[in-house]
């Protein structure tokens, strides 16, 4: 749901720096878990019907969540973490929480992560699509 009240497909969401994005995706894969100072943090591979995109879990997040759960994110973030990789998180004003498992229709590509993203100089504020880095996951390579 955007502010209107409307769900978003992965393949509609561009880097902001507030918390908008309301979805639901399946988790496809999951990375392992990472210390982040005394924060747990972990990636995976989500996706809808639409596109893919890289998923950050903090905290007990990373253990309440495994591959083919399907979750819905209230008020989620697509933008720049630590490691500057572009990721959907939750953040600290969003929430997720699993709505069913396995039976969700996906696409693998295109990955909203793979994507270079730059400032749209007709909307300050906003960014566009410049470049595909690549088509699939960097991170969770497609199986052959």
């Not at 591959?67 to 500057?84: C, E, K, T, V």
Request: aromatic share 8%; charged share 25%.
């Amino acid at each position: 749901m955007d502010r209107e009240g409307r769900m978003i497909c992965l393949k509609d969401i561009v880097p902001a720096a507030e918390n908008n994005i309301n979805t639901q995706f399946i988790v496809l894969d999951k990375g392992k878990k990472i210390l982040e100072g005394q924060n747990k943090t972990c990636l995976a591979l989500v996706a809808d019907e639409t596109a893919s995109v890289h998923f950050q879990f903090w905290g007990d997040e990373c253990d309440a969540f495994e591959p083919g759960d399907i979750i819905h994110l209230a008020n989620g973030i697509f933008s720049y973490n630590r490691n500057n990789s572009i990721v959907l998180r939750a953040g600290r004003r969003g929430a997720i929480k699993k709505v069913g498992e396995f039976t969700m229709v996906f696409v693998e590509t295109p990955n909203m992560s793979e994507i270079t993203w730059v400032p749209d100089p007709n909307r300050p504020n906003k960014y566009m699509q410049d470049s595909v880095i690549s088509s699939h996951s960097r991170v969770f390579p497609p199986l052959p």
